[in-house]
């Protein structure tokens, strides 16, 4: 016997990680998760490690969505759209020095990599640790 348990009201993904996400009418779950969740993440290249919303806070304010459906592992461009409304795609050479204008730092974004380039998510030590 099957026993309801809630209902989804809305589905939201977020294609780059401590960014403002996109709501979805459809999504697709597989075993990591859903499809195209956190599928960029933005590197402080001071600290030489991605960043996190608690150290470079400016990240929520910027909102992310795919430039096309993501499929398998792979995710397509995104485009971020910064407080002032301006729209910066990932497909453009520039995007990365726009987004580093606008947080006040050098930084680039990247695209999920895989599971061998596990250096690539290394932080230099635990978030939140002092």
């Known amino acids: 016997m099957r026993k309801k348990v809630g209902h989804i009201k809305e589905l939201w993904r977020?294609?780059?990680?401590?960014?403002?996400?996109?709501r979805v009418a459809t999504a697709q779950i597989e075993k990591y998760g859903l499809l195209g969740d956190r599928g960029w993440a933005v590197r402080d290249e001071q600290a030489q490690q991605l960043t996190?919303?608690?150290?470079?806070?400016?990240?929520l304010q910027c909102r992310a969505r795919y430039d096309g459906e993501p499929h398998g592992r792979?995710?397509?461009?995104?485009?971020v759209t910064l407080p002032d409304g301006k729209e910066i795609s990932t497909g453009d050479a520039a995007a990365q020095q726009e987004l580093s204008e606008y947080l006040r730092k050098p930084v680039s974004i990247w695209p999920l990599?895989?599971?061998?380039?596990?250096r690539h998510y290394r932080l230099n030590g635990a978030v939140g640790a002092r």
């Open 113 to 118: 990599q895989p599971k061998s380039k596990w």
């Open 14 to 22: 977020y294609p780059v990680k401590s960014m403002m996400g996109q």
């Open 52 to 59: 996190v919303v608690r150290k470079t806070p400016q990240l």
């Open 74 to 79: 792979s995710v397509p461009p995104v485009i």
